[in-house]
């Protein structure tokens, strides 16, 4: 091989083994986060967490997602939970922009970007499956008022965007469904401890309207179990809405003996009913409400834990039952005033102790879902605006908390559309041609000074 030769061949292959790491980073960008999602309240919204991500603890990031993996998202969002390894995003439905999204479709891509480093997007359309379980997607659940079985009423929560239900029953006559079932329900045990013996199969006929769908939060359908025999039941539950995604999911009842007092009340709902979205100092009182599946009793109050960022964690003790004759479920209200050293985000940590009960004696479960409703903030130099609001339509499924931001203090959490930020693979491309163009011209001077080389 002549020497000119040589020299242009080596050159070449400096550009390649330069450029190829580049291009081939881009292609591994998503491929070690794991994704696990989570429905954290009735209205449909979800909790994504990550791991095996590569975050700075000390920066601060903003997450968007899209429905499909070429189209940058609309709006980002601050990310407040997240380690230099793991990220938990919360996709409050309650939001138009997330709704839109998490409505139409069962996979959304997600983009995070890091706002210390200019914008720099360190996560770029990663595909995330958003289906549920058929046991879990739905809250479904049946109440009655004077343990008639002519008078049990099937309830469904809210989805937000969702304006069509139907229901149907489909008889069990499996016995190691039924005896499993039994068995659950004895040792007080959820049924997701069977949820391997249920079907995934999805009726395709004989669905029913589910009557009085309102905005109240729930559907309801009068006397459910009026027309149908003794057994146990899949109770299955569609939703649809208009340019929304079909929803599906069930539960499981037995209309006989065993049916009027076994089902043990849980915990629907953790949220802030008032003040407003907002940043708030010391002295501003805030309302807290624990909702239950149906209404309650008890002697003793369960303690709230709650806690705004790192600060101190606060026990709340003052809960105070409300059973209210407009709404189907009890919940317990719980009220804190801001202290001095309280800084950062409202958060629920735990529930816990009490002798909460439904009217049948079964024994509440506890949970501590992440909060609800208005988000507040904790800053001892905001100017307290929220005394006097009130709930100002905080109740059932709350505000778009990122708009109630503008509205009160000025903090959006959101950066507005404005200059589309550019994703990885775009960034990966102008580095690389940048490289390519720089490399390219290094060549062509050494070619030009070897080229009379024989």
């Not at 499956?129 to 008022?145: A, K, Q, R, V």
């Not at 937000?160 to 004895?186: L, P, V």
């Not at 009726?203 to 559907?219: D, E, F, I, T």
């Not at 708009?403 to 990885?424: C, H, L, R």
Request: negative net charge.
């Amino acid at each position: 091989m002549k020497k000119k030769q040589m020299i242009v061949f080596t050159l070449i292959i400096t550009i390649l083994l330069t450029l190829l790491p580049i291009y081939v980073q881009a292609a591994q960008d998503n491929s070690s986060i794991k994704t696990n999602v989570e429905k954290y309240a009735s209205d449909g919204s979800l909790r994504v967490n990550l791991s095996n991500i590569t975050l700075d603890s000390s920066h601060q990031y903003e997450f968007g997602i899209s429905e499909n993996q070429a189209t940058q998202p609309e709006r980002f969002y601050t990310i407040n939970t997240y380690t230099d390894s793991t990220c938990s995003i919360e996709l409050t439905v309650s939001n138009n922009n997330i709704k839109e999204v998490v409505g139409a479709t069962d996979t959304i891509y997600l983009f995070i970007k890091d706002k210390t480093n200019s914008d720099e997007v360190v996560v770029d359309a990663l595909p995330v499956d958003i289906t549920l379980p058929l046991l879990g997607g739905l809250n479904i659940y049946f109440t009655n008022t004077d343990q008639s079985y002519e008078d049990w009423d099937l309830y469904v929560d809210y989805l937000y965007g969702m304006t069509t239900g139907y229901y149907q029953f489909q008889k069990i006559t499996d016995t190691n469904i039924i005896n499993a079932y039994h068995k659950a329900m004895e040792e007080e045990k959820d049924l997701s401890t069977i949820e391997d013996l249920l079907t995934t199969t999805i009726p395709q006929n004989n669905w029913k309207n589910l009557s009085n769908y309102s905005a109240l939060g729930y559907g309801r359908t009068l006397s459910a179990l009026r027309g149908v025999d003794d057994g146990l039941y899949y109770v299955w539950v569609q939703l649809t809405g208009s340019n929304q995604k079909t929803i599906y999911g069930y539960t499981l009842v037995e209309k006989g003996e065993s049916v009027a007092d076994n089902i043990a009340p849980t915990v629907r709902a953790i949220s802030v009913e008032s003040p407003v979205s907002g940043s708030y100092k010391e002295g501003q009182e805030v309302e807290v409400r624990v909702r239950f599946s149906e209404d309650i009793v008890g002697e003793t109050i369960p303690t709230l834990t709650i806690q705004f960022g790192t600060s101190p964690e606060r026990k709340l003790t003052n809960g105070k039952i409300v059973n209210s004759e407009y709404v189907s479920y009890g919940y317990i209200v719980y009220t804190y005033t801001i202290q001095k050293d309280d800084v950062g985000q409202l958060m629920a940590t735990n529930l816990e102790g009490g002798s909460i009960q439904d009217t049948s004696g079964n024994a509440a479960i506890l949970s501590c879902p992440a909060i609800t409703g208005s988000a507040i903030i904790a800053d001892q130099n905001a100017t307290n605006n929220g005394n006097n609001q009130g709930n100002n339509g905080n109740n059932n499924q709350g505000n778009n908390n990122v708009d109630n931001n503008n509205n009160n203090n000025g903090n959006d959490p959101t950066t507005a559309p404005g200059t589309i930020p550019q994703t990885g693979e775009t960034l990966t491309i102008i580095i690389a041609t940048t490289v390519f163009i720089i490399v390219g011209g290094l060549a062509i001077i050494k070619y030009r000074r070897y080229k009379d080389i024989k």
